[in-house]
């Protein structure tokens, strides 16, 4: 429990204590965006992996994605996953079920069943909800009890490349991916959005043109939230010819301009939240060409750093970062805000800002490794995360 946050208390004759001088403490992260993969890919990701890999990451709350085999799409697959969790005991999950039954897109899910046992967010994330009358439905009855509908931009006619459509497809020689892709399900959502109360999160954004479409004059009425993830804001398509396989992900690495524009965006505060979009994939998927490997990266460990490295690079002051990080998605996810006060559960992260390290296939607590992101220079570091009972320190759980 945080018993007081305040300077000067007594120390009590057995209390350990720590020297946080030129260290930062705030409330646990939420990323709202985590593929655990179990069940059915429990060789890429387990929840007790994946949530470990949160924890080192500096994350305590995981927004949890449906698209598992099989989806999680009834109660019973939503209280499995807490059940988990709880087993796990490490990070909490918000368990975010699939829009329709089976993630096939045709008929809706019991939203109200759902409900019961504690889900507000729904998505089909991994592919969008094409059924326009389906997703207009889905956003009025969420709307009943203040829940979200988690939109995943696609339309998957214009998509089928394996990159971004741009100097690097023509390189490379391999089909692109056009803007058009995502900037045309972004304005479908946003015209059916306003028809609506019910509150649509547009995901993953990755132009700069989709985030000016969901905060255009002309969808005021609206309620949309966006969010972007690390690798959109740091990393452009030239990073293909880097890292190869590792720098495949949906949407695509855009063009260095697009790039640039979008970090510029989340700095003047046109974003609501950061997500990492963590998709694990064992080795045997990311193998192979660009073409035939799975997209998707890790990122629960470099959520934090990643962020921090761009946005403070942009002079966006930090307590404004960490918001994309606490209260923003907290407040999307319909969970209460991070917070230190007293009397609440400990949540708390101790983060040394000037340590500088590099993570590793060996270092990283994931299953997973493909990550354009092992071997850069990652400036600060999670030394501790207390969560109720769990101690990680140094890179170890003692619980
Ligand atoms: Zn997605």
Redesign the pocket.
């Known amino acids: 429990m945080i018993e007081a946050c305040e300077p000067g208390l007594p120390l009590e004759l057995d209390a350990i204590e720590i020297d946080g001088a030129g260290k930062w403490v705030f409330p646990g992260l939420v990323d709202m965006?985590v593929h655990l993969r179990e069940p059915g890919g429990e060789d890429s990701e387990t929840i007790l992996t994946g949530l470990q890999a949160a924890i080192a990451g500096g994350i305590t709350t995981v927004g949890v994605?449906p698209n598992t085999s099989p989806p999680m799409d009834t109660p019973e697959s939503v209280l499995n996953l807490k059940r988990a969790a709880v087993r796990c005991g490490f990070a909490n999950v918000v368990p975010v079920p699939c829009v329709t039954r089976g993630r096939a897109g045709r008929e809706p899910v019991c939203f109200h069943d759902l409900r019961q046992v504690g889900a507000i967010a729904f998505?089909d994330?991994?592919?969008p909800v094409h059924d326009s009358g389906l997703l207009l439905d889905a956003l009025d009855a969420v709307y009943k009890f203040d829940g979200v509908i988690i939109e995943?931009p696609?339309v998957t006619d214009l998509a089928g490349g394996s990159v971004n459509m741009g100097s690097v497809s023509e390189k490379l020689g391999l089909k692109g991916i056009p803007c058009a892709a995502e900037t045309a399900d972004v304005a479908r959502c946003m015209e059916i959005a306003s028809n609506s109360h019910g509150h649509l999160h547009l995901?993953?954004l990755s132009l700069p043109r989709s985030v000016e479409l969901a905060r255009a004059e002309c969808f005021h009425s609206a309620d949309v939230t966006i969010d972007v993830t690390p690798h959109h804001i740091a990393l452009c398509e030239d990073a293909l010819m880097e890292h190869g396989t590792h720098a495949k992900m949906?949407?695509p690495l855009r063009s260095p301009e697009h790039r640039k524009n979008l970090a510029e965006m989340v700095k003047s505060g046109m974003v609501d939240a950061i997500a990492s979009?963590h998709?694990p994939h064992a080795p045997c998927r990311k193998t192979g060409s660009i073409e035939e490997a799975a997209f998707g990266i890790v990122g629960l460990e470099t959520l934090l750093p990643v962020s921090l490295e761009i946005l403070r690079g942009l002079q966006m002051p930090v307590i404004r970062i960490l918001h994309l990080l606490t209260c923003g998605p907290a407040r999307i996810l319909g969970i209460p805000a991070p917070s230190l006060e007293a009397g609440r559960k400990a949540d708390l992260v101790l983060f040394d800002p000037e340590a500088e390290y590099r993570l590793s296939e060996t270092g990283s607590f994931s299953k997973s490794i493909n990550t354009p992101f092992f071997g850069r220079k990652l400036q600060g570091r999670v030394e501790a995360v207390w969560i109720g009972s769990v101690v990680y320190r140094d890179g170890e759980f003692a619980n």
């Open positions: 965006h994605m998505t994330d991994g592919d995943h696609e995901t993953h949906n949407p979009d998709a």
